[in-house]
C-alpha cells in the first residue's frame, strides 16, 4: 500500500463504499507512511466547524463567479471564485498547481474545494502578476495545511506572527489537517480580511477575522501556527512602493527575574518574543528562567524552550517549608506503610502509594517535605513523611 502513487491512493478511497471511505483514507493517513500528498478526504471544512461562533466575524461572497478580468494588472483583492486561471488548475489538467483536486471538485478551478489546493494557487497568482510571469514558484506548498510552516521556510520563505497583506495564514488541528487562508487586507495587527476555501464544503469565500480568541477567529480545536509572508519584491510591489511595515511592539517589563531563577508560570506562552499572538498557555508550570530579550514584549523564555512569556505570567517558586525533624524513627526500622508518599524527597514527583505494605527506612533525607526513603532488597517503595509510617 505504501508504494501506491497519491493519484492511486485517491482512487481507491473514491471507489470504496462511502460508509468505509473515511477509514479507508485514514489507513493512507498512518504516521508510518511517508506520503504528505494525500489530503485528509474524510476532512471537511465547513464554515460552521472552522469558525468560532463567539467570535464576531462577516462572511462574504460565498462561491461568488469571477467576473472576466479580474486580477489582470496590479494587487486586486479576490472577492470571487476563480474561473479557467492556471493558478487554480493542476498540473494533470494544464494548469501550474501542485495540489490535488479539490472536493468536490470545482469545473473550472480543480483544486476547489480545498484550503491548501487555494491558498497554494492564490499565493502564487500574487507572485505571478507581480513579477509578470507563470508557472508555480512554490511548488512544494501542497501538504497538508498543518505543514505549510515547514514547507515554506524549507523553501526560504519568512515567517511570522504579524499579518501582511498577501501572506498565508497557517493553522493547525482540526481534523489534523490543519487550515490555510490568504490575507486579502490588514485592517489592523489584530484584524484582517481573508479570502478562503473548505474542503469537502465551499469551493470560496471572503471572511473577516478578528484575533480576539488567539485563533483568528477559528474554533477551539485549531491552533495559530504562523503567517508565511511573500517574497521582499513581491511585497514590495503589492504593498505599492514600499514593503509592509512591521509595528514595532511594545517593550514588557523585564527587570524582575534573572537566567537560572527557578519560577512558576501562569499564561500565555508566545512562538517569539515579538509575537503579536499567543500560541498556547500554559498553568502551575515550575521551571527555570534560561533566556531573557530585555526590550521585547514577552521578554522570557524557560527550560525546554516552552515559549516566550510576560513578566506577569511570572511568580517565584518558593520551596515547601520542610517538615520538622523527625522522632522515632532511624535507618534499618521496619515500618508499616499508612498513607501516600512522593517519587523524591523534596515531595516535587509523583505520588508514592504502597498503603498497607511493610517495608524497611533505607535512608533519611533530614530536612526535606518526604525524609524516609522506604523500600526492601529489591529497592525503594517511595519517599514517606513520617505522617505515613507505623513502625513495626
Not at 470504496?16 to 504528505?36: G, N, S
Not at 464576531?56 to 486580477?71: C, L, S
Not at 527550560?303 to 520538622?324: C, V
Request: hydrophobic share 30%.
Amino acid at each position: 500500500m505504501a508504494q501506491l502513487s497519491a493519484e492511486e491512493r485517491i482512487a481507491r478511497v473514491e471507489q470504496a463504499p462511502i460508509e468505509v471511505q473515511t477509514m479507508v483514507a485514514k489507513a493512507f493517513l498512518r504516521d508510518d507512511i511517508d506520503d504528505e500528498s494525500v489530503q485528509y478526504l474524510f476532512n471537511t471544512d465547513t464554515l460552521e466547524e472552522l469558525n468560532d461562533n463567539e467570535v464576531e466575524q462577516d462572511i462574504e461572497h460565498v462561491d461568488a463567479e469571477e467576473p472576466e478580468g479580474i486580477g489582470a494588472t496590479g494587487f486586486t483583492m479576490r472577492t470571487s471564485k476563480p474561473s479557467g486561471n492556471k493558478n487554480f488548475i493542476t498540473t494533470g489538467a494544464g494548469g501550474w498547481n501542485t495540489c490535488i483536486k479539490g472536493y468536490p471538485t470545482d469545473p473550472n478551478a480543480n483544486v476547489l474545494a480545498n484550503c491548501v489546493g487555494y491558498a497554494s494557487g492564490r499565493f502564487n497568482e500574487i507572485i505571478n502578476i507581480a513579477r509578470d510571469k507563470g508557472g508555480c514558484t512554490y511548488t512544494t506548498l501542497n501538504c497538508n495545511a498543518v505543514g505549510f510552516k515547514e514547507r515554506a521556510e524549507a523553501a526560504g520563505l519568512q515567517t511570522g506572527s504579524v499579518p501582511r497583506r498577501g501572506a498565508i495564514g497557517c493553522m493547525g488541528g482540526g481534523s489534523g489537517a490543519g487550515h490555510v487562508f490568504i490575507v486579502e487586507r490588514v485592517d489592523s495587527n489584530n484584524q484582517i480580511y481573508t479570502s478562503e476555501s473548505g474542503y469537502g464544503s465551499t469551493a470560496f469565500w471572503n471572511q473577516t477575522r478578528n484575533n480576539s480568541n488567539g485563533r483568528w477567529g477559528m474554533s477551539s480545536s485549531y491552533y495559530f501556527r504562523c503567517f508565511i509572508y511573500l517574497p521582499d519584491d513581491v511585497q514590495k510591489a503589492i504593498d505599492g512602493g514600499s514593503p509592509a511595515p512591521t509595528p514595532t511592539p511594545t517593550p514588557g517589563p523585564s527587570s524582575k527575574y534573572n537566567i537560572g531563577d527557578k519560577v512558576v508560570i501562569n499564561g500565555a506562552l508566545y512562538t517569539s518574543s515579538d509575537a503579536a499572538s499567543p500560541a498556547g498557555s500554559v498553568s502551575n508550570r515550575v521551571t527555570n528562567i534560561t533566556r531573557k530579550n530585555p526590550g521585547s514584549a514577552h521578554p522570557y523564555n524557560t527550560t525546554g524552550d516552552l515559549g516566550w512569556m510576560d513578566e506577569s505570567s511570572i511568580s517565584p517558586y518558593n520551596e515547601p517549608a520542610p517538615a520538622p525533624a523527625p522522632t522515632g524513627l532511624q535507618v534499618g526500622d521496619r515500618v508499616k506503610i499508612i498513607g501516600t508518599g512522593n517519587g523524591s524527597s523534596y515531595g516535587d514527583s509523583n505520588t508514592a502509594y504502597g498503603i498497607g505494605w511493610e517495608r524497611q527506612i533505607l535512608r533519611i533525607w533530614d530536612g526535606r517535605p518526604c525524609p524516609y526513603q522506604v523500600g526492601n532488597n529489591t529497592g525503594t517503595t517511595g519517599f514517606y513523611p513520617a505522617s505515613s509510617l507505623q513502625k513495626l
